[in-house]
């Protein structure tokens, strides 16, 4: 199933009303190995999003190359190089990229945080755009020490980007929860992946070198706001859940973002889709 989906419009005159930007038999967020699509009702339904200019997808367990399906005239893929149907990213825009990249371009022994289909990007015309579906440390040490070297990895090479001028926005699943208002019970995970002080220090890095989480910058206090609930536990049900899906932008372009958000009220999956709105 994918984990879920992402979108970034532009805003269209004085319309803040976000429930047009996605249906929703659109949205629901199971996918088969090779396509792309989206079930809703139990019918098969392709993605159809009709306002946004990029959305991207991740946990799509893509193979070859999907058929997309869909109202958006590009699309591109990422999946895993050693182990097919894992992970693997996808972006839909209507605007033409000047370039798309797979993955951070690691070389010699970090070649293997490229090797699982976890990140995509594509440069646009007013800003670098990525999406990504980063490592879960829950399947013990080296799982975990793999999350932390991609976590390290990831921010050298925004940084990177940034200092040859590109303006990024960054997106996905971090599988982190940042502060404790971010996840129901912080407590009592203190000791779990997810929530590690070592996991968290990183999204603590990454906004000290000036990348802004979009959905605390508009919404500093808000509570219960999560994107992601156990569906073994049934946790939905009960709102006890994580946020582990963002919006990341460099400080210079905040000032042109006009809302970001939730939608929690989507089903199909134990994640639900974040959106953001930018001029």
């Not at 959905?215 to 509570?223: A, S, V």
């Not at 706001?225 to 932008?249: E, I, P, S």
């Amino acid at each position: 199933a994918l984990s879920d989906v992402t979108i970034i419009f532009n805003q269209v005159g004085n319309d803040t009303d976000t429930t047009k930007y996605a249906h929703a038999s659109d949205i629901s967020k199971s996918a088969s190995a090779r396509k792309w699509w989206l079930r809703a009702n139990q019918t098969l339904q392709v993605i159809k999003i009709d306002d946004s200019g990029f959305t991207s997808l991740r946990e799509g367990k893509i193979i070859d190359g999907p058929d997309p399906r869909c109202d958006f005239e590009l699309s591109y893929f990422s999946h895993p190089k050693t182990k097919k149907g894992y992970s693997g990213v996808a972006i839909y825009t209507k605007e033409k990229p000047k370039e798309v990249f797979y993955g951070m371009g690691q070389k010699g022994q970090k070649k293997k945080l490229d090797d699982e289909g976890r990140l995509l990007g594509i440069k646009l015309k007013n800003y670098t755009i990525i999406t990504g579906y980063f490592p879960n440390g829950g399947a013990g040490p080296d799982r975990l020490k793999y999350k932390l070297e991609f976590y390290d990895a990831f921010l050298k090479f925004i940084l990177k980007l940034r200092k040859n001028g590109e303006k990024v926005i960054f997106c996905g699943d971090i599988n982190t929860a940042h502060e404790a208002i971010d996840l129901a019970r912080p407590k009592a995970n203190e000791e779990n992946t997810g929530f590690l002080p070592i996991e968290r220090a990183w999204i603590s890095k990454v906004i000290k070198n000036n990348f802004v989480d979009t959905f605390r910058e508009f919404y500093p206090d808000k509570t219960d706001a999560y994107t992601y609930w156990d569906q073994k536990t049934r946790a939905r049900d009960r709102n006890v859940g994580w946020r582990l899906d963002y919006f990341f932008a460099d400080s210079k372009i905040v000032l042109k973002i006009k809302n970001t958000g939730i939608l929690s009220g989507y089903y199909g999956s134990d994640h639900c889709p974040i959106w953001l709105e930018i001029n």
